[in-house]
T-cell receptor, first 112, second 117 residues
Framework: GQQLNQSPQSMFIQEGEDVSMNCTSS?????WLWYKQDPGEGPVLLIA?????ELTSNGRLTAQFGITRKDSFLNISASIPSDVGIYFC????????????FGKGTKLSVKP | GAVVSQHPSWVICKSGTSVKIECRSL??????MFWYRQFPKQSLMLMAT?????????EQGVEKDKFLINHASLTLSTLTVTSAHPEDSSFYIC?????????????FGPGTRLTVT
């Protein structure tokens, strides 16, 4: 079945630093989504990507849909303490059978 | 943005009893709703997918008679954990997809923490 590799598993950074995380898939996707989950909460959608090569920003967050359609990355610029949480990538081929495939998450810790 | 609510946010029940969790899409009609289970420090595990008015499609290994899903309307889905046991204790999260216009964005509820004693 489809597999999604997300890296890194965890990151410890200083406030103000930039962060980059990525996901690679064994199969091509039509849609990539990036979520953030705080402890005890459901995931919150950050960015949705629909086209290969697409680069989309949401405030300090930027995500790209890889040209090969098998990868995506998320960058966070000038990190702040509230960026702490677990970030999940998710991909789908879409259509009626298009369930999301989730990465295992990247746990981000920010030192003030 | 699209909002999905979930109720209750936490519940404690005794072994052998049943618990119902509600999931509502508040500002959009959800063509498809999903139920996930999440164990500590792990990713989300899809349990089942349901379309309004249809029977849910369960993932392999998920007992459909134990986890009853009803998707009676485009804004409401319920998950009932029947004859709950301590091993059913987990964080259950619902998700809803708008699906209109070809979009596949899924929005998640805040989750329900189930503890079975």
């Amino acid at each position: 079945g489809q597999q999604l590799n997300q890296s890194p598993q965890s990151m410890f950074i200083q406030e103000g630093e930039d962060v980059s995380m990525n996901c690679t898939s064994s199969s091509i996707f039509n849609t990539w989504l990036w979520y953030k989950q705080d402890p005890g909460e459901g995931p919150v959608l950050l960015i949705a990507l629909y086209k290969a090569g697409e680069l989309t920003s949401n405030g300090r967050l930027t995500a790209q849909f890889g040209i090969t359609r098998k990868d995506s990355f998320l960058n966070i610029s000038a990190s702040i303490p509230s960026d702490v949480g677990i970030y999940f990538c998710a991909g789908t081929f879409g259509g009626s059978q298009g369930n999301l495939i989730f990465g295992k998450g990247t746990k981000l810790s920010v030192k003030p | 943005g699209a909002v999905v609510s979930q109720h209750p946010s936490w519940v404690i029940c005794k072994s052998g009893t049943s618990v119902k969790i509600e999931c509502r899409s508040l500002d959009f009609q959800a063509t498809t709703m999903f139920w996930y289970r999440q164990f500590p420090k792990q990713s989300l595990m899809l349990m089942a997918t349901s379309n309004e008015g249809s029977k849910a499609t369960y993932e392999q290994g998920v007992e459909k008679d134990k986890f009853l899903i009803n998707h009676a309307s485009l804004t409401l889905s319920t998950l009932t954990v029947t004859s709950a046991h301590p091993e059913d204790s987990s964080f259950y999260i619902c998700s809803a997809r708008d699906g209109t216009g070809g979009a596949y964005e899924q929005y998640f509820g805040p989750g329900t923490r189930l503890t079975v004693t």
